[in-house]
């Protein structure tokens, strides 16, 4: 998490001396309608210095204190001001509403409600400065939802059970969507004891394929009983039930499984050369085009895409034949399609390298906007990437953290001002690195929450040599 300015205690409560200040501020205010006070004012000359100090240290203020100064149009810098006027938003917001929850779907300000979701993001990423989070947690910012989320569909799913006798949402339409993706969420997703006992208790249907499976062997033993058979057929009465057949001849089935149906006379006969057609159209499509992963999405073939599919999901479950599965793998088949894709994303990186230089990728790159999300997507989960990948990466130079990379830039072009000139005051207007002039600015404004480390190396240049806010 970023680190805050240094804060020593709670925010002052309003002292008879910060509201004498705040009233000659107030006086300036009225009298040239700004707050700028200059540094030397001649008729006050505490006041530039009490405006000065209120700027660095805003926050130890309390919440009145700053909507006091934001209400005078106090400019606090153009970041800090306009999350300090978000902030009172909030603080509006939860006067009105008795919570800070507010929805994404909030039509009345947007811009609150995203900045409400950007807030919560920073602080799992652990870049939210430790004064704005402590500012928030002031106003009883809530900064996890999904815990009192799950609580409420829990409730819903209960109020359902009641009503239906059965816990599977999907079989009823009057079920409401999110419901139905919840309890399917429920299944993939590894959850604690707690919530596990809590579901179980209500009688929660785990492995609803076992339950579904069950109801059509049921259906299957009564065709029996009226036919004398179990060759079910498309031409029949119940095409349904002739397609569950058709999926237990091609699938594997467990032995407990395959035992019931034989019990019940079930013919296994399997349509073998169905197969090995769609494996001759997959040796073909590569052919045409390079590689047998044909994706969901692809239109000239889609049939094939879902058999592919299915492969992989044999697979994933251990049901695939090891012949079929040594035979796939020969013809250059990916199990994950998501391994497909980074091996893709990965040529192309080293394509824009070979083009560019570098390996900075601009998330917007309008050539390549899948790339350069990917780029960025590789910097989220660094530390889930697998060893080989990582090393991949760094075999091409890849930019792990461009920011620390432009500050290290900046840094060297700054030194060579130093070496050049003696000096690191660079001009305003000097034209010969306009951006260097901004960056020299950043870094006096933000030395607060700038590393021990960049402090150290920006001394021993001489950078702090005759300033005021030298951190300490």
Known sequence: ????????????????????????????????????????????????????????RHDRLSLDQLRRLHELGFDFGFA????????????????????????SRWSRDPQLAKWVHGQRVEYRRGQLYLHRTARLNQVGFEWNLLGKTWHQRFQELKQFKERYGHCRPVREPEATPALQNWVGWQRKQVISPERKRLLDSIGFIWNPLEQVWEEWFRRLVEFKRRHGHCRVTFSSMDPALASWVRVQRLRPLSRERRKRLESVGFDFSPFRCAWERKFQELVAYKKR???????????????????????????????????????????????????????????????????????????RWPENRHLGNWVRHLRDIRNRLSEARRQKLDAIGFDWDPVATRWERRFEKLKAFKKKFGHCRVPTEWTGNRGLNLWVMAQKRGCAQMSPERVRRLRELGFWAGRRQEPS
Request: aromatic share 10%; net charge positive.
């Open 1 to 56: 998490m970023k680190t805050a300015k240094k804060n020593g205690g709670d925010a002052p409560s309003q002292t008879k001396a910060w509201d004498e200040m705040a009233g000659l501020l107030e006086a300036f205010t009225r009298r040239f309608g700004h707050c700028r006070v200059p540094r030397h004012w001649p008729e006050e000359p505490r006041l530039a210095r009490w405006v000065q100090t209120q700027r660095l």
């Open 80 to 103: 800090e001001g306009r999350w300090i006027a978000n902030l009172l938003k909030l603080v509006r917001f939860k006067e009105s509403h008795g919570h800070c929850n507010v929805s």
């Open 289 to 363: 085009h390079g590689h047998p992963n044909v994706s969901l999405h692809f239109d000239e073939d889609y049939q094939l895409a879902r058999w592919l599919h299915k492969q992989r999901r044999r697979q994933t479950q251990g049901r695939l034949q090891p012949e079929r599965k040594r035979r796939l793998e020969a013809l250059g088949v990916f199990w994950r399609s998501l391994d497909f894709t980074w091996e893709q994303r990965f040529k192309e990186l080293q394509a824009f390298k070979k083009r560019f230089g570098h390996c900075r990728v601009h998330q």
